[in-house]
Each structure stands twice: as structure tokens, then as C-alpha cells.
């Protein structure tokens, strides 16, 4: 089993920045990839951005230029900055751990973007 805790998110200004967090705990070495997901009201869950464990990224091109996605191994987080932050990019922003055969997913954590 791994253990997803998301810290961060919170209300911001149109243009504004935000780094989000995820703890990682358990059997983290069953986790080949790690990634952050949003989902803002009415919509489908969707990709904002993986990170291997070599980390190679991968960005939804919504983000790309605007959000970095990084790991502290030693920590066992990853990190989401987001910087000039739209309204579109209010949503709830989950954590994403996968392996081989399972799927985990944090909490989420509420990101609001004010214009």
C-alpha cells in the first residue's frame, strides 16, 4: 500500500504562484510513476503533469512554460509549481502514484484562482 498526503493548494490571484506538495508513504518502490491530476467542477479528471523515476516529465500543454513538476527522493515528495495561474486552472488537484497493477490517489488539495 502507498499513502498520498497533498498540502498547498489554497486562493490565489489571477497571475499568481502556488507549489503543491505530495508525501509519499508505504511501498513507494512499487511506484514507477508519480503525477498530479486536476479536476474543477463539472469536468473530467485530467493530466497536469508526470514525473518518472529518472525524472522524465510530461505536461498537459494547458500547463507547459507554467507548471514544473519535481521530486525530492531523499523526501519521497513530489512538487507542483504553478506559476501565472489562470482561473481556468481552478480545480482540485489529486496526486497520483502508479505501479505496475495499482493506481493511488491523494486526497486532493483545492486550488482557487481569483481573477
Known amino acids: 500500500q502507498v499513502q498520498l498526503v497533498e498540502s498547498g493548494g489554497g486562493l490565489v490571484q489571477a497571475g499568481g504562484s502556488l507549489r503543491l506538495s505530495c508525501a509519499a508513504s508505504?511501498?513507494?518502490?512499487?511506484?514507477?510513476?508519480m503525477g498530479w491530476y486536476r479536476q474543477a467542477p463539472g469536468k473530467q479528471r485530467e493530466l497536469v503533469a508526470t514525473i518518472t523515476r529518472i525524472s522524465s516529465t510530461n505536461y498537459a500543454d494547458s500547463v507547459k512554460g507554467r507548471f514544473t513538476i519535481s521530486r525530492d527522493n531523499a523526501k519521497n515528495t513530489v512538487y507542483l509549481e504553478m506559476n501565472s495561474l489562470k482561473p481556468e486552472d481552478t480545480a482540485v488537484y489529486y496526486c497520483?502514484?502508479?505501479?505496475?497493477?495499482?493506481?493511488?490517489w491523494g486526497q486532493g488539495t483545492q486550488v482557487t484562482v481569483s481573477s
Open positions: 497520483n502514484g502508479k505501479g505496475a497493477i495499482t493506481n493511488y
Open positions: 508505504g511501498s513507494i518502490i512499487s511506484i514507477n510513476v
